[in-house]
């Protein structure tokens, strides 16, 4: 084994502020012992920073705190909805992080106190926190819709939270009439997933062409004028489902702004469109715990530093995943998707764990890969890839980009197939 | 001084664990892989070949050549062109550090048998069982997902696709479909060597057959 004197060892120590938690020995920590990290939200991001802060010093109490017993993806919930997926296939518990050592507590955080570092639960439980995540996802503006309410969703679903709601409105396109209209209303943006809605007109219309509702149309009613993948969706659905798809943007009054729940009517500024299943997706925000914790601007999102992911609005809270807003803005924001929230989850990790231990935080990698099914056999992708410089978010023009327009048949059918791989490799890294 | 030193011997091991040359910010940036390729480069998911474990030449050269556009990818090539080429080289040093874990799956047995017959399409790079590749820049194959390198092929037996081994793509177009799937079992489900030679396996080969018939 090479010596190491005095001099060796100093240049090592110079060496050190370039390495950081990551790859400073086990020998060198345990300055974390005995600290605890609070996560709020155990979606793809709360789950995945459980899991990494724990796989990074396993000395660390990890306490990931969700209501849901059971987590029901929303990627690839769209064609659980087309009946090409079970929802038995997006479903997962917390048992394998719990055999990771993360400590799951079932119950609902209802305050945060950040001068205490302590949160309160609706179990009646108080937990003190060294470092704490907040990753409660979207939460829905019902009340910006005329109309809509919680309880209205019901009836007329927003399946935009996957699970019970993404059966009513899987149970809704089967009841439909050959020749019923199939009404998408799409929120104001930034919303969960940008493409989602999209991807959700071409397999309702794959599902009603293969089950005897040809003479049915998808009516997309956008408060946007534009959306993710539009050159590529628009070709999709040219391509697969001639006439059956029609896109009305904002411009073109296509902003739902009231709806008569009895009629199934969808009414814009102008005009009114009554629907055989109205799928009504609302306005969101960051989840309700990170507005009450004042972590929230004054569009509703949590701003956070790009070095490390910690809140801009109070040290010592992470935000990740759909609640927060990053990105070069505003031409390249970060794009709301369990890739987006995994790569920051693994950012905020890495910072945590090293302000625990007291050493440098590790450079934060942040990339974002996407895949949408046109059909099942025909997949698009988007991919972005970021870089942070001087603590400020640069979005990597070489890279990303969309799937090629001209591309051959074989990427369309590839880009299928590497979204189920990609989906149980997301589902592995977070929750296994 | 006592503790100088053991924080010194800890800094050394880790330097020679990881080679001395793998730069130390790179995990993080390997982290971001797993998403796709699993927790420490084991796929979970069918379609996405597992990296860790795979020549480090071979994983340097695939994404070198995505960079530069030589070689198809669907979203590889948009994502790699997004790091510089000693990111490149550090990753593939990382990946090919890691243990080549094969991957449990449900395969065909019958598939796997007829596999091993003609197995000899795809030994002299890839080795007999796919654990012994012949260089340095041909990925192993013993327990890759079957899945995988079916697409894999599917994408070597499409000339339109550009990929830059010849060698390769007129191996994979000289298979029939049906051996595209024996081959792609058999491989992955990661198989011993028998140390028979091809005559052994003829005969054996004819005894299944004949077997078949009854």
Redesign the interface.
């Known amino acids: 084994m090479t010596t190491i004197n005095r001099r060796n060892f100093v240049k090592l120590l110079a060496a050190a502020p370039l390495a950081s938690v990551l790859t400073v020995p086990t020998t060198a920590r345990g300055a974390a012992a005995g600290k605890r990290v609070v996560v709020i939200g155990g979606g793809f991001g709360g789950a995945t920073a459980a899991k990494y802060i724990k796989r990074m010093d396993p000395k660390i109490t990890v306490t990931l705190i969700e209501p849901n017993k059971t987590y029901v993806s929303c990627p690839l919930s769209n064609e659980v909805i087309s009946g090409h997926r079970t929802i038995e296939t997006l479903q997962t518990g917390y048992d394998a992080l719990g055999k990771r050592g993360v400590e799951i507590l079932n119950d609902l955080v209802t305050g945060i106190d950040p001068a205490k570092k302590s949160v309160t639960t609706k179990g009646g439980k108080t937990l003190n926190y060294d470092a704490l995540v907040v990753a409660p996802g979207v939460e829905l503006n019902y009340g910006a819709i005329e109309g809509y309410s919680e309880a209205v969703a019901a009836e007329i679903p927003h399946a935009y939270k996957a699970g019970e709601q993404t059966l009513i409105l899987k149970k809704q396109l089967e009841a439909m009439p050959d020749g019923g209209l199939f009404v998408i209303a799409v929120p104001k943006g930034p919303f969960r997933c940008p493409p989602g809605p999209y991807e959700r007109a071409a397999q309702v219309a794959h599902y009603c062409k293969n089950n005897g509702k040809a003479k049915s149309k998808v009516l997309i009613l956008d408060a946007n004028d534009t959306f993710a993948k539009k050159a590529l969706f628009e070709q999709g659905w040219a391509a697969l489902y001639p006439g059956m798809i029609e896109w009305v943007p904002a411009s073109k009054d296509g902003k739902v702004v009231k709806i008569d729940p009895k009629t199934k009517t969808a009414f814009t500024e102008l005009g009114d469109h009554k629907a055989a299943v109205l799928n009504l997706i609302p306005p969101q925000s960051a989840g309700a715990i990170a507005k009450a914790a004042g972590l929230t601007n004054a569009n509703g999102w949590c701003e956070i530093v790009p070095s490390s992911m910690e809140s801009a609005a109070q040290k010592g809270i992470w935000v990740v995943g759909d609640s927060c807003v990053g990105g070069e803005l505003p031409t390249y924001p970060f794009p709301k998707s369990a890739h987006m929230a995994m790569t920051q989850a693994k950012v905020a990790a890495g910072a945590i764990v090293a302000s625990l231990n007291g050493v440098a935080a590790p450079v934060p990698y942040y990339a974002n890969t996407c895949y949408s099914l046109v059909a099942p056999d025909y997949g698009i992708s988007v991919v972005q890839v970021y870089r942070v410089d001087d603590n400020k978010f640069v979005y990597v023009k070489e890279a990303g980009g969309v799937s090629p327009a001209d591309a051959l048949p074989i990427q369309r059918k590839l880009e299928a197939e590497y979204a189920d791989g990609w989906f149980r490799n997301v589902m592995a890294d977070a929750f296994g | 001084m006592r503790k100088?030193?053991?924080?010194?011997?800890?800094?050394?091991?880790?330097l020679?664990a990881s080679g001395g040359a793998v730069a130390?910010?790179i995990?993080?940036?390997a982290?971001?892989c797993?998403?796709?390729?699993?927790?420490d480069g084991v796929?979970?998911?069918?379609?996405?070949p597992s990296i860790a474990g795979l020549p480090v030449k071979y994983l340097t050269e695939v994404m070198i050549e995505w960079k530069k556009g030589e070689r198809f990818s669907?979203?590889m090539g948009?994502?790699?062109?997004?790091?510089s080429d000693e990111q490149i080289t550090d990753l593939a040093k990382h990946y090919a550090a890691l243990p080549w874990k094969p991957v449990p799956q449900d395969l065909k047995a019958k598939w796997i048998k007829e596999g091993s017959f003609i197995v000899d399409r795809c030994s002299k790079c890839h080795g007999d069982t796919g654990a012994e590749p012949d260089d340095d820049e041909t990925p192993r194959l013993d327990g890759q997902w079957a899945?995988?390198m079916e697409?894999q092929l599917?994408?070597y037996r499409?000339k339109?696709?550009k990929l830059p081994h010849e060698k390769m793509r007129k191996t994979a177009l000289k298979l029939s479909e049906e051996e595209v799937g024996y081959l792609n079992h058999y491989f992955a489900s990661a198989p011993k060597a028998t140390g028979k030679k091809k005559e052994e396996k003829k005969e054996e080969k004819k005894e299944a057959k004949t077997e078949e018939k009854k």
Not at chain 2, 4 to 14: F, R
Not at chain 2, 43 to 48: F, K, L, N, Q, R
Not at chain 2, 78 to 83: N, P, S
């Open positions: 100088i030193l053991l924080l010194s011997v800890g800094a050394a091991g880790l020679a130390a910010d995990k993080p940036l982290e971001t797993n998403n796709c390729h699993g927790v796929s979970a998911g069918h379609s996405m669907t979203t948009r994502l790699i062109k997004g790091y899945k995988y697409l599917m994408a499409d339109d696709v």
